[in-house]
């Protein structure tokens, strides 16, 4: 059974940083496209970013780039989003997604992705 736990969510004044893990299960992980998304109340789901297989490729959401960082390491199977700068409008439930893909391709579409985790929840205070 696959599984995605996302983790290192919680309450940080504007400017600051966080760093999400996502810790992945039941799935070869380094076959796998990693993603980040994100859901603010009201809002649709939004892409925030995409890592490839092997990690040399990513894509980010639009303002985002320059910002957040996206990495993997596969041996750990976990992906990582490193946001810093962040600002009120950062605010939401952060998601990780997976699926198999081949190698060099990133995946910004949610309904492209087969696994989702739980989510975990960023607030951002002014």
């Known amino acids: 059974q696959v599984q995605l736990v996302e983790s290192g969510g919680g309450l940080v004044q504007a400017g600051g940083s966080l760093r999400l893990s996502c810790a992945a299960s039941?799935?070869?992980?380094?076959?796998?496209?990693m993603g980040w998304f994100r859901q603010a109340p009201g809002k649709e789901r939004e892409f925030v970013a995409s890592?490839?297989?092997?990690?040399?490729?990513?894509e980010y959401g639009d303002s985002l780039k320059g910002r957040f960082t996206i990495s993997r390491d596969n041996a750990k199977s976990t992906v990582y989003l490193q946001m810093n700068s962040l600002k009120p409008e950062d605010a939401a439930v952060y998601y990780c997604?997976?699926?198999?893909?081949?190698?060099?391709?990133?995946?910004?579409?949610?309904?492209?992705?087969?696994?989702w985790g739980q989510g975990t929840q960023v607030t951002v205070s002014s």
């Open positions: 039941g799935l070869a992980f380094s076959a796998s496209v």
């Open positions: 997604a997976s699926d198999w893909a081949p190698g060099g391709i990133v995946i910004i579409t949610a309904t492209q992705y087969h696994y």
């Open positions: 890592i490839s297989r092997s990690g040399l490729r990513t």
